[in-house]
């Protein structure tokens, strides 16, 4: 909550983080919605961006050595109003190993795309993120 206090407001939460994924959700509710009723773009990418940042975190930490992690660049698309709870879902854990371990042998910054899809309570996807996270050993 205090590090990322709008996706908190705006009903963001993380209901799974494992060794390979992480599940976050964000329900559609008044105070995320856009003016066509359905969730704004940027919530659905705060929720998006949380699945992927987490897992890197995550492989961060589990890892201790000192890394630096950013966004480089994103995209996204959108294929159905996001409505009711939505449902990201990133399974790219080994992408995240591969990039950090080759970032320590080289010593040089490593780029990582993760994808992050909004799927629906109906298991149709409402929008796709994907996501350039660079990761960088410290000295």
Not at 24 to 35: E, S, Y
Not at 82 to 95: D, L, M, S, Y
Request: with cysteine.
């Amino acid at each position: 909550m205090f590090k990322l206090p709008a996706a908190y407001f705006t009903g963001v939460r993380t209901k799974e983080l494992n060794e390979n994924s992480c599940v976050v959700t964000v329900k559609h509710r008044w105070v995320n919605q856009n003016p066509f009723k359905s969730m704004f773009w940027a919530v659905q990418g705060m929720a998006a961006e949380l699945t992927t940042g987490a897992l890197v975190m995550k492989k961060i930490k589990e890892n201790g050595k000192k890394i630096s992690m950013l966004v480089a660049s994103n995209n996204a698309s959108f294929t159905k109003k996001a409505t009711g709870r939505i449902t990201f879902v990133c399974n790219e854990g080994h992408k995240i190993d591969n990039a950090i371990i080759k970032a320590i042998e080289t010593g040089e910054g490593q780029t990582v795309w993760l994808n992050a899809n909004g799927i629906n309570k109906d298991g149709v996807e409402v929008s796709s993120f994907n996501f350039e996270w660079t990761l960088k050993v410290k000295n």
